[in-house]
């Protein structure tokens, strides 16, 4: 009974140990692979990406809004058969995520996109919508001015980050960021810097060929 009990305890500890190590996925698109690792401490926004990952949600969706030295957005379902003049970013699987502002938008991170303010107050996230942060450079005097208007406290090594990588602290505290690239900013960086058009939309279709998770 006692061996009983011990194996018992192993085996929790193991799941346990599983369940807490931060999932990886892989968005495979025209330009590139990029790797991001999801965050344990947005629990809802890493569940329903990962539940559309699985799904094949996001496999030919493009990535329909560009802005260098700020982000690049992708995930509107309706992309997957858009015309060069359709106007995208308000698709997505018909349901949004309570906001979780636990992250900070520095260069790479992973954050849900959503609607404004005027129509959405308590800032939830759209069902699908991301995007990545490209970034611009970060000053201490912009993390100081951040603190005082919004209230936001950084860590030490989020500043460090900021200061170090750039990023967008202006939206912190105003969208979930739930994840961060691991692995092909590059390619993130060539995706920003497409030819782009009308509402910053790429000339030429980038398009994500999948997202897997990572085994």
């Known amino acids: 009974m006692k061996y009983t009990h011990i194996l018992s305890g192993l085996i929790m500890m193991?799941?346990?140990?599983?369940?807490?190590?931060?999932?990886q996925v892989v968005i495979s698109t025209d330009m590139g692979d990029i790797t991001v690792e999801l965050y344990n401490t947005t629990p809802k926004h890493r569940d329903n990406f990962l539940k559309l990952v699985?799904?094949?949600?996001?496999?030919?969706t493009l990535f329909h809004r560009i802005i260098k030295g700020f982000m690049i957005q992708a995930g509107d379902p309706d992309s997957k058969t858009a015309t060069s003049e359709t106007l995208l970013g308000n698709g997505g699987p018909g349901y949004t995520i309570p906001a979780e502002f636990k992250e900070v938008h520095t260069r790479g991170a992973l954050a849900a996109a959503r609607q404004g303010d005027a129509v959405n107050p308590m800032r939830e996230s759209s069902g699908s919508q991301?995007?990545?942060v490209d970034g611009s450079q970060v000053t201490e005097s912009i993390l100081s001015g951040m603190e005082n208007l919004k209230g936001v406290r950084y860590t030490q090594p989020q500043k460090?980050?900021?200061?170090?990588e750039g990023g967008l602290p202006t939206l912190d505290n105003e969208y979930t960021v739930f994840g961060q690239v691991i692995s092909g900013m590059d390619v993130v960086d060539k995706i920003a810097s497409a030819e782009k058009g009308i509402a910053d939309r790429p000339v030429k279709d980038i398009r994500i060929i999948s997202a897997k998770r990572v085994k």
Do not use: R
Request: overall charge negative.
């Open 160 to 164: 460090d980050k900021y200061l170090k």
């Open 14 to 23: 193991i799941l346990f140990s599983c369940a807490s190590e931060p999932q």
């Open 130 to 132: 991301f995007y990545i």
């Open 54 to 60: 699985d799904e094949g949600y996001y496999e030919g």
